[in-house]
C-alpha cells in the first residue's frame, strides 16, 4: 500500500459528507491519503500528536475540515511545518462564516490556507498543486482536469449559442 501524502483531518463525523469531496479528488489525483476524525476540543492530546508526527510518516499536506469554533486548522499548523489547508463547514447557526473566520483569522506566523465554506474540492485540488511541485506527473494530471474544466465550460457556451438565454434555461430546469 503507497503511504499517504495527505492528512485528511475533520472535527466532527459530521463533517464527513463535505471531506468525502477531498477524498474524492485526491483519488482522481491518484494522490494517496488517508482520513482521521480528531478535535481541537474533545481530542486535543490526539490532534497535536498527529500534527508533530504528520511529516515523519511522510504526510507532506494536511487538509482540516471544521465548523463553529473551528480551530483544528490552527491547532495543527501550530504544531507542523506542513502546509495546512483549513475548510469551514457550513453551520446552522451562522451559515459557516463563524468557520470561515476562526481559520482565515489566523495570528502572523501560523498560517492556514483558508479555502470557501465547504470547499473541500477545492482543498483537495490546492494540496495536489502543491504536491506537483516537484511531481511532474501529477503535474499532468492537472493540466488534463484544467483542460477538462475548460472543454466543460466550451461545451455550455456552444449549447447557449444553440439554443439561446430561454432555451438554455429551460433545458436546465428538465
Not at 475533520?10 to 491518484?30: I, K, Y
Not at 469554533?69 to 504544531?79: F, T, Y
Not at 463547514?89 to 482565515?104: E, N, Q
Amino acid at each position: 500500500m503507497t503511504k499517504p501524502l495527505v492528512g485528511i483531518v475533520m472535527g466532527s463525523d459530521s463533517d464527513l459528507p463535505v471531506m468525502a469531496q477531498a477524498a474524492n479528488f485526491l483519488e482522481r489525483f491518484q494522490v494517496p491519503y488517508e482520513v482521521r476524525i480528531l478535535s481541537a476540543h474533545r481530542s486535543p492530546d490526539a490532534a497535536l500528536d498527529y500534527a508533530r508526527n504528520a511529516a515523519g510518516r511522510g504526510l507532506k499536506v494536511i487538509i482540516a475540515g471544521a465548523g463553529g469554533a473551528a480551530h483544528l486548522a490552527g491547532v495543527l499548523a501550530a504544531v507542523t511545518v506542513l502546509p495546512v489547508i483549513g475548510v469551514p463547514i457550513k453551520t446552522a447557526s451562522l451559515g459557516g462564516v463563524d468557520s470561515l473566520y476562526a481559520m482565515v483569522q489566523m495570528p502572523k506566523g501560523i498560517p492556514v490556507a483558508t479555502v470557501a465554506i465547504d470547499g473541500a474540492a477545492n482543498a483537495a485540488i490546492l494540496a495536489a498543486q502543491i504536491l506537483a511541485v516537484h511531481d511532474p506527473i501529477l503535474q499532468d494530471r492537472l493540466k488534463a482536469f484544467k483542460e477538462e474544466l475548460a472543454r466543460e465550460v466550451a461545451a455550455r457556451d456552444a449549447r447557449l449559442a444553440q439554443l439561446g438565454i430561454e432555451g438554455y434555461l429551460r433545458e436546465g430546469k428538465k
